[in-house]
């Protein structure tokens, strides 16, 4: 029994502190402002206070903390991407992850599953080949393993998949892991909160005032603020905001949806995607199977639900863990995914002077929260790109320097 | 499933159509500057709002346009392209 | 041990066993016995076991709470199925039935000692701690072995359920006394309509709170016949509807499968949760909802228990008394939270029995013996203004059950899942439905209606506004439902206690306290206090807990319900198999005409997109590689024969054909002379490239273009897209499934071609890349000279229906010359040694021409092509990598080696000064160089010939391969032209 828990027996009173404090009012000025009460921007704030003694910062959230998709995604954590650019900067997120817990004093449950993404066709070895020459590089633990080992790793998988997509082999990157995604964003906004950062809930951003192409305040539903500074960190909500300052983007916004089981005993260790059949499934801590499949076909802004989801989901995953037709489906929902065109973020400054965005998250986003908080925070600070995200620059498409993460889209002949 | 109406073929499942995205006008590539032509190429309107996108109803290949509130998902109307 | 069917009662109005048919069953190793009819927690119970499963957390005991499948006390597991609920699982002779999540069985769980540690173990406790980086993973490994319910059989195949669609214009949600009459009014009007209801039998809440009222029984048997009889009425018992999703597509489940339905117009008459009245203690077995102890009387015949105490707060609760009484339970106290209960028959009917009826009086704690499995005793205790109990007013009063009807919950799910916006009523203490969206209704309880000709009317009135929304008869009189005249809800159903262990969610072990100290902790908003707590999460997802937490949660913040809100409510209402979402699958593959004449000769097949085409073709004692070399080599020495068919093949004709091409492709084709071909690539806007593909002018106003195999559908349709937009004067036609196609190729193919056609094979009449429209072996063909594979060879189309002769008869011809048919792994060997690329492989997402080595096919002077002005921005910038042919010497490697420790595989990098300077895209063992051959990116500084590339291995080990000019083969292009055969 660890011995933090006994101060609980001890008393009659529950000794646990505030997380949030509440505040009545908003200031009429912060040096800084942060939109978007995610992981993300809470991690941006946590660092802008803890590493660079910023603390007069407003954090803005239209909803409740962690309620966009940090509370929606599918939790899972690697860093086995396809470009230098985005290897390095995974990796740095991969890092702080494993101290994360420790410095918050908050148990996200940060657990090392081992990750598959599975390959189903020699396109598909080829790019799994491809990521693994590019992670090895950088140190990456992270290798192309073939059938005897995938089937080891997870005997009940039908290696044939009905008969249908035949596996090869697969990406197989052991620091793969999962987190409790909600914890995320209340450790973040506490060791903000601890240390003078204003989280501001239900307060929704209206306007965001500039003078000469550089921002002035913001206006909200609570009342306006001066500022010199705004981060903007609302991924799917980000066309919305960024309509209020005429900035265009590639950004779309498409749902994503995903479904949880039943809790159930535990069977499944590792993490494991495939690219083929377009599902993936991991066991949370709980015993519940989370699964998720690729992003819905079309724009919306919604967070809705479909049924046929969760049955092309459930038609693909049988073939490859038969045993899952006797598992019962709980809860389905979605997130909204705020895409680019070359599967990697948008980060850094705009071409508003005291702007910073922090947007472009698609499916990759959840793992990123505290490299993202790591990078924005000192790019706010220090008005300067960091280096980690030189790639991911607003002004890279006008550049038709687009990164390669999704270079390898490949096509069959 | 939801229902979409192809202009031809009239209402039919959404799995039935492929989705393109919003319509743009291509500014004249001749007149435009390298920023405003990668502006066209890879930017989007991205909030929420009416837009007019093509769509095609995949079994019969009938393209078309459809007026739909990418809030709400309403598609207000469906109809050949050039006949409003 | 309690003997069989201690507390099964003699027959009972409208039971719904059949006694004739007796099933025996095993529990935890025991031997048990009921009736078809019966649910396994009522035969359990009419057995006297009442422990029934132990709880997630701390493992207490649990019996039934609700048996209306809104807990999960009762998680069963056979050898043949997990996580059953017992509460509504029908019985089935031969059952071998375990608590789930128990270590050592339901009754000594060795695990309830974690009910000794709950003091440790506050809201959140594992955010708290085990998180040190050391002992984390052994922690987990603790935690995920306590998590977790069922025991997941892996070994078991999987289970194919069909799937139905079906169509009605109303669909009735809930077969309850309000749904079967919006259903009768509804098909009055002319509507079709379908009721759904989870229950084995409809009725609702009519057929089993009865409280001995016969008239009420028979007037739900009239109302029952009378759907029955009406013809355009369906009703679908044990059918769950588990979803709604847009344009009233309603999800149905049913044992055997899913129905998907789609309706047009919904009646929402789902009913309400009753909840759980919150003190401490109130989980232990015998303490149940009034509607549990009424469902197991009037359904089960099983007398819920001998003595009872009761804790009301409406008139269903006296009418739940007056069930128990004439069970034969003996009503020891009814405590009614009420300070001025409103008069009402049952109530005064309970008096007059003798029953004593204390108002403004709540159950303060409960008392188990027997370890925690069996109620001993209740403290009641009189209720002060604030809702805290008075405990030392209070008084003991023994008894072995507790019939709990303090109030309800909307089980307004499909409601939330369509977009009504509820409002709240203080009338009755629920929300209700304040903005319905348009085709969906509401009836019944859900609609805040509890009064038994209200619900009647209210049902009326909700058929036939549905009715009218299909287009049906507008009704001339809607009737007008009266106002609730009593209130069904306490507001405050809860009773604090020092000592805790008063449980509002079941299913998480969650206890009054625990919200307040989350709220403490700062997670005081509806959603957070959820995610939180938990409370919700688990797999009764807050039927019977959600509406308690609210008020906590308001009272807390001292808010109304409407303003602390409600969490959303997701599909699905109740857990569905995976089986029924995933059906019986559909994996639909495309086959060519030739496949069965491929098998024949061996084929091994492998995926193409959907297509299945020939790997290779399998020889008795040689390896894969081998034989795709000496089907390569055999094309390269005699003649060889590949299927080709899986390309797309499009027609574009008209005026402005020409010009259509050449705003798609990159290259010019207006200068295309009649009778010739052309390599074709096409980009996106982006200028990148994404397809290719061979043009061929038939005519002036005629070409016919191919494109890759998987790029087939898309081009079509963008090619269509575009020309819908441009209204070019020209059509485009789509064959690619109507025409069959091979490749003959080799210094023997025009011979072979020959025998088959009496068209001028001449080099002069028809010239290397010319098209020429022919007869072979007596089918019309459209025959191309294309150099892909390097040889001299001739692609031929035919209409699909002809394919299998066209290969036959070539197979037949090229006998003599020694033909073999090659698949598609020897063809890109050959298109390798030629220094062709296969877009995908030697291109990726970001590739422009320039890089891939097309810059001479890109011509950027056209007027317009798609690509164009991006291009001409790119140019301006550096490039940013180059493909380039390597050759790599290996020692040693011959054709004998399939392959080699030193032989690099594609993907693998260029590592120039410990910098990522290339990859490799394709590469392989030539046998007609008898060397290794690939092309490969790398930096522009490392493309010029004979430059060296140092390769990085998997092991890590380097080898050296250095830059070659492209082709490696045949540079001169001898063996496709006029000279040679």
Redesign the interface.
């Known amino acids: 029994m660890p011995w933090r828990l006994l101060k609980f027996a001890m008393s009659d009173r529950h000794p646990e502190p505030r997380m949030f404090t509440p505040h009545a009012q908003l200031k009429s000025s912060y040096d800084v402002v942060i939109i978007g009460a995610g992981g993300h921007g809470l991690a941006s704030a946590y660092y802008l206070a803890r590493d660079h003694g910023i603390t007069n910062v407003a954090v803005i959230e239209q909803g409740y903390i962690g309620g966009g998709n940090t509370g929606r995604n599918t939790t899972i954590i690697r860093s086995n991407y396809l470009t230098p650019e985005g290897v390095k900067f995974y990796d740095e997120s991969v890092r702080l992850w494993q101290d994360l817990s420790t410095d918050f004093d908050l148990n996200l449950f940060y657990s090392t599953r081992g990750h598959f993404t599975l390959a189903h066709t020699d396109a598909s070895m080829r790019t799994m080949r491809w990521r693994a020459e590019v992670n090895k590089h950088y140190g990456i633990d992270s290798e192309l393993v073939y059938p005897d080992f995938i089937q080891k790793a997870v005997p009940s998988m039908d290696m044939s998949c009905a008969g249908h997509a035949p596996i090869l082999g697969a990406l197989y990157h052991a620091p793969g892991a999962i987190a409790r995604h909600d914890a995320v964003a209340w450790g973040y906004g506490r060791g903000a909160d601890m240390r003078g950062v204003e989280i501001h809930q239900q307060t929704r951003v209206l306007d965001i005032l500039t003078q000469g192409g550089r921002v002035t305040g913001v206006k909200t539903s609570r009342g306006d603020i001066a500022c010199g500074k705004v981060l903007c960190a609302v991924a799917g909500s980000t066309p919305r905001i960024l309509k209020m300052l005429g900035l265009r983007t590639p950004i779309y916004i498409h749902p994503l949806q995903a479904m949880v089981s039943e809790p159930m005993k535990q069977w499944l260790d590792p993490i494991l995607v495939s690219g083929s059949l377009h599902v993936y499934i991991s066991q949370t801590a709980r015993g519940e199977l989370v699964m998720g499949a690729s992003l819905d076909p079309y724009e919306l802004h919604s967070t809705r639900s479909t049924l046929d989801f969760t049955e092309s989901l459930s038609a693909h995953m049988v073939e490859m863990l038969p045993q899952l037709s006797q598992v019962k489906v709980v809860r389905q929902w979605a997130g909204m995914a705020d895409m680019t065109p070359d599967f990697a973020p948008i980060m850094g400054k705009t071409p508003v002077k005291g702007f910073y965005l922090d947007a472009g998250w698609g499916t990759w986003g959840f793992k990123a929260t505290p490299v993202s908080g790591k990078t924005m925070s000192y790019t706010v600070a220090n008005d300067r790109t960091h280096p980690l995200i030189e790639g991911f620059a607003f002004d890279r498409f006008e550049r038709y320097a687009l990164t390669g993460e999704k270079g390898a889209a490949s096509v069959g002949h | 499933m939801k229902i979409m109406t192809c202009p031809i073929n009239g209402p039919r499942l959404i799995s039935e159509f492929t989705y393109w995205g919003e319509c743009q006008t291509m500014p004249e590539p001749a007149d435009c500057t390298d920023a405003q032509w990668a502006d066209y190429v890879f930017n989007k309107s991205g909030a929420p709002g009416i837009k007019h996108e093509w769509w095609c109803h995949t079994p019969s290949n009938t393209w078309f346009i459809a007026v739909r509130d990418t809030m709400s998902d309403v598609i207000e109307k469906t109809f050949l392209y050039g006949q409003q | 041990m309690a003997s069989n069917n201690s507390m099964r009662l003699p027959l009972q109005p409208g039971e719904w066993l059949d006694r004739g048919t007796v099933l025996p069953f095993r529990f935890e190793g025991r031997s048990y016995s009921g009736f078809a009819g019966d649910s396994i927690s009522a035969a359990l119970w009419a057995a006297g076991q009442h422990t029934l499963g132990r709880s997630f957390k701390y493992h207490r005991p649990r019996g039934i709470l609700t048996l209306a499948n809104h807990d999960i006390n009762v998680m069963l597991q056979t050898p043949q ?3 059953i609920r017992g509460d509504v699982q029908a019985l089935c002779a031969g059952m071998e039935l375990v608590a789930v ?1 128990t270590a050592g069985g339901v009754e000594n769980d060795r695990n309830r000692y974690m009910g000794l ?1 709950a ?4 809201v959140g ?9 050391a002992l ?1 993973p052994l ?2 490994r603790v ?3 306590f ?14 359920t069909p799937k139905r669609y079906d169509f009605c214009d109303v669909l009735v949600i809930g077969a309850g006394v309000s749904g079967l009459q919006a259903a009768l009014h509804a098909a009055r009007a002319g509507a079709q309509v379908v009721v759904v209801d989870e229950n084995a039998r409809s009725g609702g809440s009519a057929s089993y709170q009865l409280g001995g009222n016969a008239a009420a029984l028979e007037a739900l048997r009239e109302l029952q016949n009378a759907v029955a009889a009406e013809p355009l009425i369906r009703v679908l018992t044990d059918t769950t509807a588990v ?1 709604y ?3 009233h ?1 309603v ?1 149905l489940i049913d044992a055997q499968c899913m129905t ?1 339905l789609r309706a047009k117009a919904v009646v929402v008459a789902s009913g309400s949760f009753e909840l759980p009245a919150v003190f401490r203690h109130n989980d232990i077995p015998g303490i149940m909802t009034g509607g549990a102890a009424q469902r197991l009387i009037n359904r089960y015949a099983v007398r819920p228990m001998h003595t009872a105490v009761a804790l009301v707060a409406n008139s269903e609760g006296f009418t739940a008394v007056l069930d128990a009484l004439r069970a034969g339970v003996k009503v020891a106290a009814v405590a009614d939270m009420r300070m001025q209960a409103p008069a009402c028959a049952a109530r005064d009917e309970v008096r007059a029995a003798g029953v004593r009826v204390l108002d403004g009086w709540a159950i303060y704690e409960a008392h188990a013996g027997d370890s925690g499995r069996r109620l001993t005793g209740v403290t009641i205790a009189p209720l002060l203004a604030n809702g805290d109990a008075n405990a030392r007013a209070g008084e003991q009063v023994a008894c072995d059950g507790v019939i709990m009807s303090v109030g309800y919950a909307p089980a307004a799910n499909l409601l939330y ?1 369509a977009g009504t916006s509820m409002g709240w009523s203080d009338t009755v203490q629920q929300f209700v439905p304040a903005t319905l969206p348009a085709g969906i209704f509401a009836c019944g309880r859900v609609n805040g209606v509890y009064d038994s000709a209200a619900k009647a009317l209210d049902g009326q009135r909700a058929g036939m506004l549905a009715a009218a929304h299909c287009g049906f008869a507008s009704p001339q009189l809607v009737p007008h439902v009266p106002e609730a005249l009593r209130c069904p809800s306490h507001p405050w159903p809860i009773v604090a206690h ?1 000592q805790g262990k008063n449980f509002v969610d079941f299913d998480e072990d969650l206890q009054l ?1 625990d919200f ?2 989350a709220a ?4 005081d ?1 509806i ?2 206090m959820k ?2 707590t938990t409370n919700g999460m ?2 009764s ?1 807050g039927k019977h807990s959600n509406m308690t937490a609210l008020r906590v949660l308001a009272r807390i913040l001292g808010k109304t319900p409407i303003e602390v809100g409600t969490t ?1 409510a ?3 209402y109740h ?5 029924h ?3 019986r ?3 639909p593959e495309r086959h060519t005409p030739m496949r069965a004449l491929h098998a024949q000769a061996g084929a091994v097949w ?4 959907m297509w299945q085409r020939p790997e290779y073709y399998a020889v008795a004692g040689r390896s894969r590689m081998q034989c795709i070399r000496e089907e390569a080599m055999n094309v390269r020495e005699k003649v060889g024969l590949i299927d080709v068919g899986t390309l797309g093949k499009l027609e574009v004709i008209g005026p402005q054909a020409a010009e259509f091409l050449e705003r798609v492709y990159i290259s010019r084709y207006a200068n295309l002379a009649v009778g010739m071909t052309r390599y074709a690539v096409m980009c996106d ?3 990148v490239v ?2 290719d593909g061979v043009v061929a002018r038939l005519a002036d106003q005629h070409f016919y273009f191919t494109t ?4 087939a559908a898309t081009v ?2 963008e090619l ?2 575009l020309n ?2 441009w ?1 070019m004067d020209c059509g485009i036609v ?1 064959h690619t499934g109507a025409f069959a196609g091979v490749n003959v190729a080799g210094p023997q193919a025009r011979k072979v071609l020959a025998t088959l056609t009496s068209a001028d094979l001449d080099g002069a009449a028809f010239p290397y890349l010319g098209v020429r429209e022919i007869d072979v072996a007596g089918i019309p063909a459209r025959a191309m000279r294309v150099g892909f594979v390097g040889e001299w060879g001739y692609e031929i189309h035919v209409p699909a229906e002809h394919g299998a002769a066209l290969w036959q008869a070539l197979m037949q011809a090229g006998a003599a010359f020694g033909i073999r048919p090659f698949g ?1 792994e020897a063809q ?1 060997l050959l298109r390798l040694e030629k220094g062709h690329i ?4 030697d291109t ?3 590739t422009v021409p320039r890089e891939a080595a097309l810059g001479w096919a890109t011509k950027l002077d056209k007027p ?1 092509f798609i690509g ?3 291009l ?3 140019a ?2 550096p490039q940013k990598q180059t493909l380039v042919g390597f050759t790599l010497d290996i020692p040693g490697m011959d054709t004998s080696q399939d392959s080699h420790p030193n032989m690099p ?5 260029v ?1 120039v000064d410990g910098e ?1 300077s290339g ?1 490799i895209t394709s590469v392989a063992f030539s046998p007609a160089l008898g060397q290794v051959i690939g092309m490969a990116f790398v930096t522009p500084g490392l493309s010029a010939v004979g430059t060296r590339l140092p390769f ?1 291995l ?1 092991s ?1 080990k380097m080898v050296d391969a250095q830059v070659v000019a492209l082709p490696f083969y045949d540079a001169a292009g001898a063996c496709q032209k006029e000279a040679s055969a």
């Open positions: 199925a997990m996580n999540n540690l003091r440790f173990l506050p406790f594992y955010y708290k701690a085990f998180h040190t980086k984390f922690w987990e935690i995920r072995n998590s977790g319910l069922g025991q997941l059989d892996l070994a078991k195949p999987a289970l194919h979803g999703y847009a344009d597509w999800a998907k899942q020092p306290k307040y100290n403490q902790e700062g997670y908003n959603e957070l995610r939180y688990g797999p997802q959303t997701r599909p699905f857990p569905v198999p995976i089986s979402l995933a059906g699958g559909f994996t492998m995926a193409a997109g806007e982006s200028g994404i397809d890759t195999t998987s790029g079509y349709r269509s897209r819908t937009m209204r789509n598609v890109r296969i877009i995908g492989q990726d997402g970001l317009f164009q002005r991006s001409q921005a790119i301006k910038r595989s594609e993907s693998h990098l590592i990522i990859r990085r998997t890590g």
